[in-house]
């Protein structure tokens, strides 16, 4: 999505996260004294200039190793888990001996890891824009044994000069069709409410831009990969919301399907099979060829 109306008016109401020194040549003070110092002192002995000139030396405390490594964010994320598994290695070895202490201790560790995977994007991390991407991702995850195959953060190229000025966060290819999902995180504090399928209102505040950029998206993807394929490829917008609470399942505003961003794989598995799997196929090369990547590696 590009950021012309990504968040448009709901960043109004949400919450953001977001020595001197001194040259010793130019110092005036340090000029007079200069000049009106004796030759004596100019003169001193080989000792008080080195005094003077000789580097400090640094001394290094110790333990300062430990400290480095406590200091890195990588070491730190991992203690509570360490800590979890000699604690619990500890417990058991006191209880069964030291060999199933050990095994648990080691099951631990596993089972965290195994734990941090399923938390992992397949999008680098400074690639994203926001955490809604990142759950309607882990939901499109478990679709993929129903036939369906998914391109995250893709640009979407103008005609006339081919430069990526807008991005889909999900296009999602299946059975059902192809979808363009953008998902977005709204004030939750303010109401979502629509007008005979024609406008979208978060609080006080018009989504008109938001959905018509969405809708572009969509229709841009849909030239560009029937272009590719030789058939008519339609691409149905979308609108993952999450934060406020969403009074319907999925409307339809301005030609584009609104729902909460929890129902994004309810949303795709409800509907009729309209594409063979080698259709399937042949859009999803046609895609990775044609809408590259926003952030390319």
């Given at each position: ?10 960043s ?5 996260e ?14 007079s ?13 080989e ?8 580097a ?28 979890t ?5 500890l ?36 690639q ?9 991702e882990?939901?499109?995850?478990s ?16 005609d006339d000069?081919?430069?990526s000025?807008?991005?889909?966060d ?59 394929c ?31 961003g ?19 196929e042949?859009?999803?090369?046609a895609?990775?060829?044609a ?7």
């Amino acid at each position: 999505m590009p950021p012309m109306g990504k968040g448009y008016g709901a960043s109004l109401m949400a919450t953001t996260e977001r020595g001197d020194g001194h040259d010793a040549r130019g110092h005036p003070q340090a000029r007079s004294e200069a000049t009106g110092s004796t030759a004596t002192q100019a003169t001193g002995s080989e000792e008080t200039r080195e005094h003077h000139h000789q580097a400090p030396v640094k001394e290094h405390p110790e333990g300062g190793t430990a400290a480095a490594l406590l200091a890195d964010p990588r070491i730190r994320r991992r203690l509570p888990t360490a800590g979890t598994a000699l604690g619990a290695g500890l417990a058991v070895w006191l209880l069964g001996g030291w060999r199933l202490g050990l095994t648990v201790a080691v099951l631990v560790v596993i089972g965290d890891v195994v734990r941090r995977s399923r938390k992992t994007s397949s999008v680098t991390a400074w690639q994203k824009s926001s955490a809604a991407e990142r759950r309607t991702e882990k939901q499109l995850k478990s679709l993929q044994r129903n036939g369906y195959v998914v391109l995250h953060a893709r640009a979407v190229p103008r005609d006339d000069d081919g430069v990526s000025d807008g991005r889909i966060d999900h296009l999602v290819i299946g059975p059902s069709g192809v979808y363009a999902i953008d998902s977005e995180k709204w004030d939750k504090r303010l109401p979502v409410r629509t007008m005979s399928h024609l406008k979208l209102f978060h609080g006080p505040f018009n989504k008109k831009d938001r959905l018509d950029e969405a809708r572009w998206e969509a229709q841009q993807a849909s030239s560009i990969l029937a272009a590719r394929c030789g058939f008519e490829v339609p691409v149905q917008p979308s609108v993952a919301i999450y934060g406020p609470s969403i009074p319907w399942k999925v409307m339809r505003v301005r030609d584009v399907d609104v729902y909460a961003g929890n129902r994004a794989r309810a949303y795709l598995r409800r509907r009729p099979k309209i594409l063979t799997e080698g259709d399937v196929e042949r859009i999803f090369e046609a895609a990775q060829q044609a809408l590259p990547p926003k952030y390319p590696d």
